[in-house]
């Protein structure tokens, strides 16, 4: 441990390391009846972590083409050693990242988190999930099988209807008309260097907002965070995210071992689309959404109609820190908490409904 | 150990209790981050096939392949024929009869493919000259390196 | 002047006639001139359907289209615009043939050699000979009207060239073009025919991949009967006809003690067990003297052939339960994950060997399917031993699993504990 003390001292001495060290350690953590929410964001960030590491290892073997890409995928399952847990464990993560991403952004909104000043968190925060949404996207078409290969192709059609840019949105996705292994070799360039170095800087800005703001207590709850003491981040809620990680680690690893993720058939450009097509879990919610949509509303195609209406909700989801004028003043208004919960009975009932087959 | 600590008192059995939860705590870590960590050795060291087999397989050996006779060969799950003319040239085909794939084989006394199960016969170009198969044999492409015998799959 | 006005009406019916006769833009032209000629133009502005369709055929009939028109089989006067004179029978008009008219005018040209290399060098020029010694020429000869002819099968106008999948002769087809006579029961029972043969062929393994998998070399009615000189295989040929696709299956019977036997018996080899028309696919369970198994119609228990039999149906069953288990095991560890490239292709080896012991069947040597039967147990004994270490596997990376539960289990505690001191 001397050494560490010697090591530290000569940092501190030529960094100053003791202001960084206190920011990174002077929060405090409210404790109230809501404050297990607290730890969905860090589980996230856990995850996330995961990700890349199990990513990096997977880069070592994977192949960017069409030609190799399902080979060397199956290699890496059957020949690498541990190659299937690196495997599982990725695509498991990434599911889990997207979950408790959501579970944060809920837990996050219906406790009015995003109210003044934590507006550049809450807006950083949405960004993040929609990068996180294309980080599953763009990893999803990767091991190039039959069911990757075509809801990759319904996925990216739907970007063809955006009026004006369509045309060009959907060459810039699918490196060209159709979805082909210059897709692969595109998707794979957003998955393992632009999605990451995006995601990077903006969880950067997104903890240390964090930091310098310190935790919001919900409203109403203020008395209570007040009478019971709060956690020290560190080394106490530290260590009790420890202890978070720690069973979301084991759970990994569980589903790893006794659900591992398929191969599959690799891809074929020339066969037909084999039935029910789907997109990740994550997207359900506006795949049978859009699907439900008449081919045309009051003249104007069904899907275009379908992606408007999301854009709008999205824009409208994002602006709620200056929409919810209540919040930039403290109290914020019932009509949003009624909006939080009816988005959140929306998105869990569609993906519930869609697993159930109640979509056919 | 249990029920240690005294109140007041800051060594004895505190301390050693203390000492022992932060050892445990230390080393289920250290057994954790281990346990995580061995896969990921484990896995950076290539396998003994250092690559997948995509498309290229090594056949056979020439050596192993005289004039006017065939050999089977794995090429992925599929059964590929490797075959040496009596000219001496090497050719390769997918030994799947296009008519009802069953495995076909090399005669070398008609010097040509044929398949068992219905009579049908192939030419050394792999090109279905007679009873029922409706195509040719899928080709591929052969590259010799010494003794050594490359079959090359097109994409 | 009335003529005059005749002749332009004529005319003009002709002209009229011709651009209706004209074949449709997109249509392949055949090689050889369109001979327009008088029969068609008259013949399709008349009244009476039957008249007219001869007419109508004529663009899609390949005789047309290579200048053999109506005059060429019908004679009398092509160039001529009044029927008295186009339809003379001076002029060697014959309107409507007789049955034993046509296969001799129908000879006339397809027995001709040298005319016939004018048009098609590669057509057959046998049929009419062939026809001659086919049941249904025989009993022309002997003066039944009733029977078929070249336009039963291949149409009098419209015909098609045998390769035009609209011809009643493409392979698809044949069977419903002999069905005509040959599926109407009563009609075979005036010449002891049983009549059931379509029904029966449709049941077949061959029927089915001819007509679901288009596989046009499957058998068909011509294939075992001959097409221009069909008659029933003897009995003593039924082996080499069904030999002509199944020459391995023939091989390894000519090899066994039953090729003599059934020649000097006159039983139809093959027929005997796979029937003649309703050929099923064949089963293992085929094979010994019990009920509905084949052996049992001349062999009965304990004789030498049911005791081959036994030995055969012994391996056989041995064989595929082997295959079977190993499949089976193989399956389930492919569901737990795991992928099983190495045991799919011992699989399928163990799958060749079974199909070549059966064919060795036919041997009716329990030795020789014997040999094959090994090949399938060693194949299949491979797969089962990598589904075996797959299983392994599988054990392997629970067991790491739950080593790696517990010692997380074991930090988690741990880190609670030191928690719940530190807040003390």
Known sequence: MRILDRLWRALDDRLDLAPLVEFATHK????????????????????????????????????????????????????????????????????????????????????????????????????????????GFSGYLLPWNELSFFATRVGTDMVSKVPLAGEWLLKFLRGGEEVTGATLTRFFGFHVAVLPMITMALLGVHLALLQRQGMHIPEGLEEEA??????????????????????????????????????????????????????????????????????????????????????????????????????????????????????????????????????? | MAGGAMPGSNEGPAVSRRG?????????????????????????????????????????????????????????????????????????????????????????????????????????????????????LEAYKVDVAGDDVYVTRGA | MTSRLLAAAVVLAHV??????????????????????????????????????????????????????CAGCHGGDAGSEDPAVAMNAAKGFVGKFGRRAIAEMCGSCHSDPTFMLRYAPNIPTDQLAQYRTSKHGVALAKGDTNIAVCSSCHGAHGVLQVNDARSPVYPTRIVETCGHCHGDA????????????????????????????????????????????????????????????????????????????FAALQEPACESCHSNHAILHPTDGWIGVGEKQVCGNCHSAGDAGATAASAISGALEKATATITGAQGRVDRVKRAGMLMDDADVKLEEAHQSLVVAQVEIHTVNPARVEDQTKAVLAASGAADTLAAKAEAEIRYRRTGLFISLGVIALALVALIIKIRAMER
């Open chain 1, 226 to 360: 007040r009478a019971r003491k709060p956690l020290r981040f560190v080394p106490n809620f530290v260590m009790r995210e420890g202890v978070v990680w720690l069973v979301g680690l084991a759970a990994l690893a569980a589903l790893a071992a006794f659900f591992p993720w398929e191969l599959g058939v690799k891809a074929d450009p020339f066969t037909s689309a084999p039935a029910g097509i789907k997109p990740e879990w994550y997207f359900l919610f506006m795949f049978e959404a859009l699907k439900l949509l008449p081919a045309h509303v009051l003249g104007i195609e069904g899907e275009l109609v379908g992606l408007g209406v999301f854009s709008l909700a999205g824009l409208v989801w994002f602006l709620v820190p200056v929409l919810d004028r209540g919040s930039q003043v403290g109290h914020r208004s019932r009509a949003f908490v009624v909006l939080g919960w009816l988005a959140l009975a929306y998105v869990v009932s569609f993906t519930l409904l869609s697993f159930a087959g109640v979509f056919k």
């Open chain 3, 186 to 261: 009563a009609l075979m029972a005036r010449y002891g025919i049983k009549g059931n043969e379509i029904a029966e062929y449709k049941q077949s393994v061959h029927y089915a991949v001819l007509v679901k998998k288009n596989d046009l070399s499957a058998p068909t009615c011509k294939s075992c009967h001959g097409a221009h000189g069909a008659t029933p295989p003897g009995v003593s040929s039924v082996s080499n006809v069904c030999g002509t696709c199944h020459p391995t299956q023939r091989e390894r019977f000519d090899l066994s003690p039953h090729k003599d036997a």
């Open chain 2, 20 to 136: 022992l939860l932060t050892w445990l705590l230390g080393t289920s870590l250290g057994a954790t981050l281990a346990a995580a960590l061995y896969p990921v050795f484990r896995f950076v060291i290539p396998p003994e096939v250092g690559e997948a087999p995509v498309n290229r397989v090594l056949a056979g050996k020439l050596t192993d392949l005289p004039a006017n006779s065939g050999k089977i060969f794995r090429f992925g799950s599929r059964p590929g024929l490797l075959v040496r003319t009596p000219d001496g040239a090497v050719r390769a085909f997918s030994a799947a009869c296009t008519h009802l794939n069953c495995t076909v084989q090399y005669r070398p006394d008609f010097q040509n493919i044929w398949c068992a199960c219905h009579n049908g016969v192939y030419d050394l170009q792999g090109k279905n000259i007679s009873g029922p198969p409706p195509r040719p």
């Open chain 1, 28 to 135: 405090e953590v409210p404790q109230h009846r809501r404050s297990w929410a607290y730890y969905f964001g860090g589980l996230t960030m856990f995850f996330f972590f995961v990700q890349v590491a199990t990513g990096i290892l997977l880069l070592l073997y994977y192949r960017p083409t069409a030609e190799a890409a399902f080979e060397s995928v199956q290699f890496i399952v059957t020949r690498v050693p541990f190659g299937w847990l690196i495997r599982s464990v990725h695509s498991w993560s990434a599911n889990l990242m997207i979950l408790a991403a959501f579970a944060h952004m809920f837990s996050v909104y219906m406790m009015g988190s995003y109210a003044r000043p934590r507006e550049f968190t809450w807006w950083s925060g949405f960004v993040l999930l929609l990068l996180a949404m294309g980080f």
């Open chain 3, 16 to 69: 009229a006639a011709a651009a209706l006769a004209a074949p449709p833009a997109n249509a392949v032209r055949a090689p050889g001139k369109h001979a327009e000629d008088t029969c068609t133009a008259c013949h399709l502005t008349l009244d009476d359907a039957r008249l007219r369709a001869p007419a109508q055929l004529a663009n899609s009939d390949i005789h047309h289209t290579q200048g053999i028109t």
